[in-house]
């Protein structure tokens, strides 16, 4: 499978961006689908995930209350809707995917075996 990332862009303080994730060659509802960002000189952090199948999803602490995950079955692509943006919220965003992901290691890395390309994130303060 493919994953396209987009949406990512300039927004400033408490703005909101949705960000999407594209498969193509399965459908996204086979998938587990989760986002990832990555500050440079930092380790690439866990934001959501998606799990497949059904509606389950899980998000980080340091964005929960604040950012929501929607699927389209149609168009194969999962949404991170992202309010209330702050700087700490800058970075790449990475979408990634994989059809074999347990809910204690959905956080990992390691736990997906395909990546988007990744889609910048800037919020001004």
């Known amino acids: 499978v493919q994953l396209q990332a987009s949406g990512g862009g300039l927004v400033q303080t408490g703005g909101s961006l949705r960000l999407s994730c594209a498969a193509s060659?399965?459908?996204?509802?086979?998938?587990?689908t989760a986002w990832f960002r990555h500050v440079p000189g930092k380790d690439r952090e866990f934001v959501a995930v998606?799990?497949?199948?059904?509606?389950?999803?899980y998000f980080a602490d340091s964005v929960k209350g604040r950012f929501t995950l929607s699927r389209d079955n149609a168009k194969n692509t999962v949404y991170l809707q992202m309010n209330s943006l702050e700087p700490e919220d800058t970075a790449i965003y990475y979408c990634?995917?994989?059809?074999?992901?347990?809910?204690?290691?959905?956080?990992?890395?390691?736990?997906?075996?395909?990546w988007g390309q990744g889609t910048l994130v800037t919020v001004s303060s």
């Open positions: 060659g399965r459908s996204s509802r086979t998938y587990t």
């Open positions: 990634a995917a994989s059809t074999q992901v347990i809910y204690s290691t959905a956080y990992r890395e390691s736990s997906y075996a395909y």
């Open positions: 998606f799990f497949r199948g059904g509606s389950s999803t």
